[in-house]
């Protein structure tokens, strides 16, 4: 994160996440939800070690699923169906007091709690907020898994609404190579650094071999998106695609 950010990643708060993933996913195993296990010993070759990928089963609307199950089972709990939230709400020293929120009637309603916490996601699905913080041609960037559209970046605008601090890259973001001839979201190309990439003009444009696999494989994305029209070719031979076949 220090390389990809240029220094400017919060990682006090990358080592919580890392430190906090193990348990959160044994949390979501308690509540049912099922996790698919898949090993791909070939991923990072010059190590000579296995990679053990873990992801849910029916993605992350399985995990909103079985979590609200789990609330639905408390009877001091309501849940608000077509309900959007507008912004935070505070008392006049600047303490969270509630949500103002808009219901299906069109209308604003005020929802009081000392407490509240915003999983809203990012802004993937927000044009205006993509031309902001990303720049020039965000607009033609597909979405790498369809439900992205409805991060529209709510979360974060009430957060600096009210003074929250900002950290990382304003200029990254998190991208991926991906075959354009697939039809299925996440069609991750691995594997660029056992090769050489190109540009539409056959030229390389990216040093392939500058650290290993997980540590590039978002920067050669941005670069290909930035500066090489959103457009590269992958050259490899045999022994490589064979021993990447699992992942592609």
């Given amino acids: 994160m220090r390389l990809v950010s240029n220094g400017l990643a919060d990682e006090d708060y990358c080592h919580k996440l890392q430190k906090e993933a193990p348990?959160?996913?044994r949390y979501l195993e308690d509540h049912g939800v099922k996790f698919v296990h898949h090993?791909?010993?070939?991923?990072l070759l010059e190590f000579k070690t296995g990679q053990h990928f873990v992801f849910p089963e029916g993605g992350g609307k399985a995990i909103i699923g079985k979590l609200f199950e789990h609330l639905e089972s408390y009877n001091n709990c309501d849940i608000l169906y077509e309900t959007e939230a507008i912004r935070l709400m505070t008392d006049d020293?600047?303490?969270?007091?509630?949500?103002?929120?808009?219901k299906n009637d069109g209308l604003l309603?005020?929802?009081?709690?000392?407490?509240?916490?915003?999983?809203?996601?990012?802004?993937?699905?927000?044009?205006e907020m993509l031309a902001r913080y990303i720049g020039r041609d965000s607009h033609k960037l597909p979405l790498i898994a369809p439900g992205l559209k409805y991060n529209r970046g709510a979360g974060l605008r009430m957060c600096l609404e009210v003074g929250a601090g900002?950290?990382?890259?304003?200029?990254?973001?998190?991208?991926?190579l991906v075959d354009?001839?697939?039809g299925k979201p996440d069609a991750v190309i691995w594997g660029h650094n056992y090769g050489i990439v190109v540009n539409?003009?056959?030229?390389?444009?990216?040093?392939?071999g500058k650290r290993h696999l997980f540590a590039t494989?978002?920067?050669?994305?941005l670069e290909c998106w930035r500066d090489q029209e959103q457009s590269c070719y992958f050259v490899t031979d045999d022994e490589i695609m064979q021993k990447f076949k699992g992942s592609w």
Wanted: charged fraction near 25%; proline fraction near 3%.
């Fill in 23 to 25: 348990d959160t996913a």
């Fill in 39 to 43: 090993d791909e010993p070939n991923v």
């Fill in 93 to 102: 020293a600047g303490a969270i007091r509630g949500l103002k929120v808009r």
């Fill in 109 to 127: 309603h005020d929802l009081l709690a000392p407490n509240v916490v915003l999983a809203c996601g990012g802004f993937e699905g927000n044009q």
């Fill in 166 to 176: 900002t950290a990382g890259s304003f200029d990254g973001m998190h991208c991926e």
């Fill in 180 to 182: 354009t001839r697939a």
């Fill in 200 to 208: 539409k003009t056959c030229q390389r444009f990216y040093d392939e």
């Fill in 217 to 221: 494989f978002e920067m050669i994305a």
